[in-house]
Nanobody, 118 residues
Framework: VQLVESGGGLVQSGGSLRLSCAAS????????MSWARQAPGKGLEWLSS???????VYPDSVKGRFTISRDNAKNMVYLQMNNLKPEDTAVYYC?????????????WGQGTQVTVSS
């Protein structure tokens, strides 16, 4: 199983970024997928999940600003982030699984750094 995140960078407050996650080594089309992040000095925070049927769920903290999507033909999952704030600065990870329980996953990829300047 391999998950490779990309698309992070430095963006000004109010800006947007689209993160990508390339997945391999499992039947992607059948797997729920999630995004999480870890801000400096803090624990992992669950951000969104998408199921095989395309249904999605978000915590209130990002609902309306973040959108998760997937492309089963390309084994990719995406996170569109709009109206970014300095508090969104973190390393962002994708993970197999749905819901906040994914935070219990024992291993994570390298993530992609997002830095939002004020």
């Amino acid at each position: 199983v391999q998950l490779v995140e990309s698309g992070g960078g430095l963006v000004q407050s109010g800006g947007s970024l689209r993160l990508s996650c390339a997945a391999s080594g499992f039947v992607f089309s059948e797997a729920p997928m999630s995004w999480a992040r870890q801000a400096p000095g803090k624990g992992l925070e669950w951000l969104s999940s998408i199921w095989a049927d395309g249904s999605t769920v978000y915590p209130d903290s990002v609902k309306g600003r973040f959108t998760i999507s997937r492309d089963n033909a390309k084994n990719m999952v995406y996170l569109q982030m709009n109206n970014l704030k300095p508090e969104d600065t973190a390393v962002y990870y994708c993970q197999i699984g749905g819901g906040s329980v994914v935070l219990r996953a024992p291993s994570w990829g390298q993530g992609t750094q997002v830095t939002v300047s004020s």
